[in-house]
């Protein structure tokens, strides 16, 4: 099984993706645990999370805590 790389609130942003623009930012939604290396990411100016492979993208640090409320929804 593979390790989960990222969790709920964390900062990603797209490598080449056919969903989204490379270099799009956004936040971590959800982590499916049923499908290794799957997660739903909210994009900026996106309006629903896309469901990316980890290998689309890369993190690029530690959200603040209101990023992570509002992407666990609790904020």
Request: without cysteine.
């Amino acid at each position: 099984m593979t390790a989960i790389r990222f969790k709920v609130g964390d900062l990603v942003t797209a490598r080449a993706s056919a969903s989204v623009p490379q270099g799009t930012n956004g936040v971590i939604h959800q982590v499916v645990l049923a499908i290794a290396g799957m997660y739903y990411v909210q994009f900026d100016g996106i309006t629903q999370p896309r469901l990316m492979h980890v290998h689309d993208l890369e993190g690029i640090g530690e959200a603040p805590a209101p990023e992570r409320e509002r992407a666990a929804g609790t904020g």
